[in-house]
Nanobody, 125 residues
Framework: QLLESGGGLMQAGGSLRLSCAAS????????MGWFRQAPGKEREFVGV????????DSADSVQGRFTISRDNARNTVSLHLNSLKPEDTAVYYC????????????????????WGQGTQVTVSS
């Protein structure tokens, strides 16, 4: 089970940290992804972190502004959102996948076995 927290209302240019807590064993065996879905749009890939936390990747739209970290001892993964823009407004989801860590896999929602319920991020201009 995955549970996100940390969403809220922010002004453009602000920062926010989203957290995702996982229950159950073997957290470190999953790559952890973040996706988002804006109103009227399809869910899209935001970023991912590998099993050890040593490698991350992110979508072009957030690169340089968002970072991902994880703590395998605490079964948590975080998404750090900086320099927020109104277009970042969306529901953000964390997800867990057992797939191999490569771009073809981790940008594909179908590769993720478990999903959180989502947390709303709203950025005002």
């Amino acid at each position: 089970q995955l549970l996100e927290s940390g969403g809220g209302l922010m002004q453009a240019g602000g920062s926010l940290r989203l957290s995702c807590a996982a229950s159950g064993p073997s957290f470190s065996t999953y790559i952890m992804g973040w996706f988002r879905q804006a109103p009227g749009k399809e869910r899209e890939f935001v970023g991912v972190i590998d099993r050890s936390g040593g490698s991350t990747d992110s979508a072009d739209s957030v690169q340089g502004r968002f970072t991902i970290s994880r703590d395998n001892a605490r079964n948590t993964v975080s998404l750090h959102l900086n320099s927020l823009k109104p277009e970042d407004t969306a529901v953000y989801y964390c997800a867990a996948s057992l797939s191999a860590y490569n771009r073809l896999n981790y940008i594909d929602m179908l590769r993720y076995r478990y999903w959180g319920q989502g947390t709303q991020v709203t950025v005002s201009s």
